[in-house]
């Protein structure tokens, strides 16, 4: 009953929202229901630690460690974006007087997000990543500027011709499931039991059409290009959510899918994963020298973070998918900081150009030092947890003889690191602009920032039971071995 009141409240909110006595209340309508649905999707994950899995409707909704992790993450993103809203949506240029329209699709959004990880069958999967996509491009261009409709449409092309290629995968997928004589309901963990009777060439072929479909709606290069634009150019609530979880979240189907591979004796392909993944993460690398927008420059991140997590889980190993899956929640919650953090920036100086932002310090101690912060985390700094998850697939990778491989990686995210520090140096320190002024923070804003920082920095030097434990759980059902 949990899981099902969870993937359920997002709906709730997007139908209040939409009814006309209650859209002045939208936003309160929204912080609530998904406070709620985070403080259920936390009771969920304690019922998947005690019994392995929870079951709303059976063969339709059920949640293991991997998929109740990816729904904490997207409840937590969504809620702490919902908050940050409260006072951004109200500063500049912003369409406030369609704001019930706004978190009417924010909050199907959050749905759509939710219910990827809680499907059962990855048909239903296919649908949900689909209703993302859709519900996305209708918040990317919400600002209806000239730039932000550039950006959303082409972010509806790139990512929607990825829908036949992915949805062609799965026929194989069932093509594939039904030779090995499985039931006639196809699940995630019914694949899983019959891939090693499942026809290799059919297994590679259905990964080969799902990864290229869903790889653009991840970001992976060379389908990245409309990464940078939508990010930039969205509301920075949806910028949060975008990069923080919109990106994991097709990822997450792409992994689950890898495991039903890897469970196959003879479908091997974990050394693609690796060279795509490190392709990735040069694009975005060296990409980050030359950006002038430090939107744009989160949004590059979030490639290099994507690539790497596949390289990880292209390892194969215990210790690859546990670095994945740590990277994957670490990302998460470290990237949705970094778009609150550029969003009180755009607040207090409003531009997004990294050129016209001088002596942050100086002009919101408050924005300067948590842009500081979250870019000492997002570049892996330790003692911050990307440090930490960094590390261990570094580790894996050389404990499982891939020695060229990690030395690539480790070389790229080196650069990263420097290309981001070299612009966010411009940033913090030197005087303002003689005609810079500082325009106050929202709560709200504040309020966001600060909540976002408190898992960054505790994960870094310390991480509690139950989540060490569902992270161990969610990396075993990944499959490596």
Not at 19 to 33: D, E, H, M, S
Not at 264 to 284: H, Q, T, Y
Not at 343 to 360: D, F, K, P, S, Y
Request: proline letters at 5%.
């Amino acid at each position: 009953m949990a899981l099902m009141v969870t993937v359920s409240l997002p709906l709730l909110a997007a139908l209040l929202c939409w009814i006309k006595p209650f859209r002045a209340f939208a936003w309160v309508l929204t912080v609530v229901c998904l406070t709620l649905s985070f403080a259920l999707a936390i009771f969920t994950a304690s019922r998947v630690l005690a019994d392995g899995i929870v079951i709303g409707i059976a063969r339709w909704f059920e949640a293991d460690g991997l998929s109740v992790l990816v729904i904490l993450l997207v409840s937590f993103v969504c809620g702490l974006a919902a908050i940050f809203a409260g006072g951004y949506m109200h500063h500049g240029s912003q369409q406030t007087t369609r704001l019930w329209w706004f978190y009417c699709n924010y909050n199907l959004l959050a749905f759509a997000l939710i219910i990827v990880p809680a499907f059962a069958s990855p048909n239903l999967v296919w649908v949900g990543v689909e209703l993302i996509t859709l519900f996305a491009i209708l918040l990317v261009g919400f600002e209806n500027t000239p730039t932000a409709l550039e950006a959303a449409w082409k972010y509806a092309i790139l990512t929607l011709m990825g829908a036949p290629i992915s949805l062609l995968g799965f026929f194989v997928l069932y093509w594939a499931y039904h030779i090995s004589g499985g039931g006639t309901v196809e699940t995630w963990r019914g694949l899983y039991a019959a891939a090693s009777t499942m026809p290799p060439n059919l297994l590679k072929f259905s990964f080969l059409l799902v990864f290229v479909g869903f790889g653009a709606k991840v970001g992976l290069a060379p389908m990245h290009t409309w990464l940078p634009d939508a990010h930039s150019q969205a509301p920075t609530p949806i910028c949060a959510v975008l990069s923080g979880i919109k990106t994991s979240v097709p990822l997450y189907a792409i992994l689950r899918l890898l495991s039903v591979i890897l469970a196959s004796p003879e479908a091997r392909i974990g050394n693609w994963m690796v060279v795509i993944g490190l392709f990735s993460v040069g694009i975005a690398a060296f990409l980050l020298f030359q950006v002038r927008d430090y939107k744009r420059m989160f949004a590059y991140s979030t490639v290099e973070h994507m690539g790497i997590i596949l390289t990880a889980a292209g390892f194969a190993t215990r210790g690859g998918e546990s670095g994945a899956v740590a990277q994957l929640m670490n990302h998460s919650i470290t990237k949705s900081l970094c778009f609150y953090t550029a969003g009180a920036v755009l607040v207090v100086l409003g531009t997004r150009q990294i050129r016209e932002v001088r002596g942050l310090f100086r002009l919101s101690p408050f924005a300067g030092g948590a842009l500081l912060l979250c870019s000492l985390a997002i570049a892996g700094a330790p003692p911050f947890p990307i440090f930490l998850s960094e590390f261990s697939i570094l580790s894996a990778g050389l404990r499982s003889g891939h020695n060229a491989a990690v030395i690539v990686l480790a070389i790229l995210i080196v650069l990263a690191f420097i290309a981001i520090f070299l612009q966010i140096n411009r940033m913090l320190f030197g005087n303002p602009e003689p005609a810079s002024t500082r325009v106050p923070l929202p709560a709200s804003v504040k309020t966001a920032i600060l909540i976002a920082a408190a898992p960054v920095v505790v994960l870094g030097v310390y991480i509690p039971g139950p989540v060490h434990s569902l992270m161990t759980l969610a990396a075993q059902q990944l499959g490596g071995h």
